[in-house]
């Protein structure tokens, strides 16, 4: 999907660098712009800098130089759903994610729209052990949708999932950005290649610098074609 050209990019990185100490830079002059909604991935290797770019995109980390321009509200997705789900029910963690100043009537119609929008409807009470871990990463998205992010942070979603909760997680982010109604921007980390059938455009990222974007068939071919040990995971 392409906006008119009245309206800014989702998301636009100019110039980023950071790096962790005395070690080499994770990102370097690293530039990025997202041109519209839609499900856009990044594929790279062990080390090229795709966490820690989530994580300056979403505020967790501040850049040694560089500019990042972000209109929408981002939320970070994490790889392992446990390190984000903190209270006992799903209904109770989702209102963590709420503005204080909605009224009781509001916070449940929030989280009650937020457990739909990923499948999950009727689950206010049930105990987050009890899920599957596919379960368990849908409602980290809907805790996403209910602090009304329009910018989701995905770093390798489906990494601990299986088969089945992988398409479905994949499908869900798909869906979402592609709502005829205020659809979702998202940016994806993936190292599963058969993921990019699903995508609006693909990027490889090596040593903290992203390519151009591309369809995901063509980036797909492009790395298949890579020695052994050089794709990606």
């Known amino acids: 999907m392409t906006p008119s050209a009245a309206a800014a990019p ?3 990185v100019e110039g980023l660098r950071f790096g962790w100490g005395k070690g080499p830079q994770a990102l370097q002059d690293c530039r990025l712009e997202i041109p519209g909604p839609g499900l856009w991935m990044l594929v790279g290797s062990n080390g090229s800098g795709k966490s820690t770019l989530l994580r300056l995109i979403a505020g967790l980390l501040t850049p040694e130089a560089g500019r ?18 903190l ?7 989702l209102q963590l ?3 204080e100043d909605l009224s009781a009537a509001e916070r449940a119609e929030r989280v009650a729209r937020a457990l739909a929008q990923v499948g999950l409807p009727g689950l206010e009470r049930r ?8 379960q368990k990463q849908r409602l980290a998205i809907a805790g996403a949708l209910a602090s009304a992010a329009t910018l989701l942070l995905l770093d390798e979603p489906t990494a601990l999932l299986d088969p089945d909760s992988q398409r479905e997680v994949l499908e869900l982010i798909h869906q979402l950005c592609h709502r005829s109604d205020a659809p979702l921007t998202a940016l994806w980390i993936t190292h599963r290649l058969e993921e990019l059938r699903r995508c609006d455009g693909a990027a490889r990222m090596e040593s903290g610098r992203i ?10 071919r492009s790395l298949a074609h890579l020695p052994a040990g050089g794709a990606e995971r």
């Open 211 to 220: 390519g151009p974007w591309q369809s995901g068939a063509a980036l797909r």
């Open 127 to 134: 105990p987050i052990h009890t899920l599957s871990g596919g």
């Open 87 to 93: 209270l006992p029910s799903c209904g109770s963690d």
């Open 10 to 12: 989702p998301l636009s």
């Open 97 to 99: 994610a709420l503005p």
């Open 68 to 85: 990042i321009s972000c209109p929408c509200k981002p939320a970070l997705v994490f790889q392992n759903p446990d390190h984000q789900l």
